[in-house]
């Protein structure tokens, strides 16, 4: 073998074998998390999983910090649609297609949030009151919240021809965090929507990023950019919360409920939520709904709700690190701040009562009022 063959063989094989593992990685995980392909097996399956994917990231983490760079940003791997922002590790084109121009049915029920605003937990609470307090996501039964809920605008998950119809209503739960613009409507379906503090949105979105990237995931700084911008994965808080709003106001078929009104009184939305669907229930089946959605319940049984197959940089945090109504209160007043003077730009002229709901952020000093 002459020099110039090894010169050109030697570069060939120490750029070409890293970026061969890194897309075969992704490739056999891709094959193994699309649609139910982990979250329609048993329980120990989707446990041994876990183990060979943290095998797998230990060697690919070095070759992707290289790629990555110094300070990854957010939409490093992103999928774009019109003017909104996607994460390619959920979504696609054709998956995006499908939703947006999804006809919704009569037996449709969406639970629709911005990103870290309380998605599972209500769609926990919808699945508990359709099955009256007798869902089971053991392997006998439903096996796992994204076999049973389609995630409308993602190919991870139970297709949505393929969920199942759940309670005597036969109703199909439906997630989906597209913004209102894009969100496929009909006065005969059902819309649950939720919203969250914004400071607490940001915070829990830095903490899902620490969750799943661990030390390849943007600094605080980049994290707090993105947030305060039309670059935000569905959206910036105050269009997508504004746009539901809207549609709240003006259609009878969607129920507006925040986060801090779930923590302060969860009884009280379970009712609202069985009210809305037209669910009739026993003081017992109530008091089942309420302890199987329970902040205590939901992270001893936390394997049933994770919302993502593992990913080969997850550090293993737990996807309820707190439960926290006040969250934002870890942030510094200068984020806290940024966060606020945002908001407000981007809500000025709209008609969504910020002082009403978070009036810290609209500066305004009022105690909230009852919730409409």
């Not at 997850?314 to 439960?323: K, V």
């Given at each position: 073998m002459n020099s110039v063959m090894i010169w050109i063989l030697i570069p060939t094989l120490l750029f070409g074998l890293p970026l061969l593992l890194v897309f075969g990685s992704f490739a056999w995980h891709n094959s193994q998390t699309k649609g139910l392909a982990y979250f329609g097996r048993p329980?120990?399956?989707r446990e041994r999983f876990h183990h060979q994917v943290q095998v797998i990231g230990r060697l690919l983490r070095p070759i992707i910090r290289l790629m990555a760079g110094r300070n990854p940003d957010p939409n490093q791997f992103t999928v774009k649609r019109g003017e909104w922002y996607f994460p390619a590790n959920?979504?696609?084109?054709?998956s995006l297609d499908f939703a947006c121009n999804y006809e919704p049915q009569?037996?449709?029920?969406?639970?629709?949030?911005p990103m870290k605003c309380g998605t599972t937990w209500m769609q926990q609470i919808v699945y508990e009151t359709l099955m009256k307090g007798e869902g089971d996501f053991s392997d006998s039964g439903h096996r796992h919240l994204f076999a049973t809920s389609p995630w409308l605008e993602s190919f991870n998950g139970v297709p949505l021809a393929e969920a199942p119809l759940l309670g005597s209503q036969q109703l199909r739960l439906i997630k989906s965090h597209l913004p209102a613009a894009a969100c496929p409507f009909s006065e005969s379906a059902k819309y649950i929507y939720v919203m969250r503090h914004p400071g607490s949105c940001f915070a829990s979105s830095v903490d899902f990023f620490r969750a799943n990237a661990g030390d390849l995931s943007p600094t605080p700084e980049t994290m707090l950019?993105?947030?305060?911008?039309?670059?935000?994965?569905?959206?910036?808080?105050?269009k997508h919360v504004g746009g539901f709003y809207e549609r709240h106001q003006k259609y009878s078929n969607v129920l507006f409920i925040s986060f801090e009104d779930m923590k302060a009184d969860l009884p009280g939305v379970i009712?609202?939520?069985?009210?809305?669907l037209?669910?009739?229930?026993?003081?017992?089946?109530?008091?089942?709904i309420q302890r199987k959605s329970s902040f205590s319940y939901m992270k001893e049984h936390e394997e049933q709700f994770e919302m993502l197959a593992p990913g080969f940089f997850?550090?293993?945090?737990?996807?309820?690190?707190?439960?926290s109504a006040n969250r934002f209160d870890a942030l510094s007043p200068q984020v806290q701040t940024r966060i606020s003077e945002y908001v407000r730009a981007e809500l000025q002229g709209d008609d969504f009562p910020l002082a009403d709901f978070y009036p810290d952020v609209a500066e305004v000093s009022q105690s909230k009022p009852q919730q409409r």
């Open positions: 329980k120990v399956q959920a979504c696609s084109k054709a009569a037996n449709d029920v969406f639970v629709v949030t950019d993105w947030f305060c911008s039309d670059r935000m994965w569905w959206g910036s808080w105050p009712e609202r939520v069985a009210e809305f037209n669910v009739d229930l026993t003081e017992p089946q109530y008091l089942a997850a550090t293993g945090d737990s996807f309820f690190p707190s439960g």
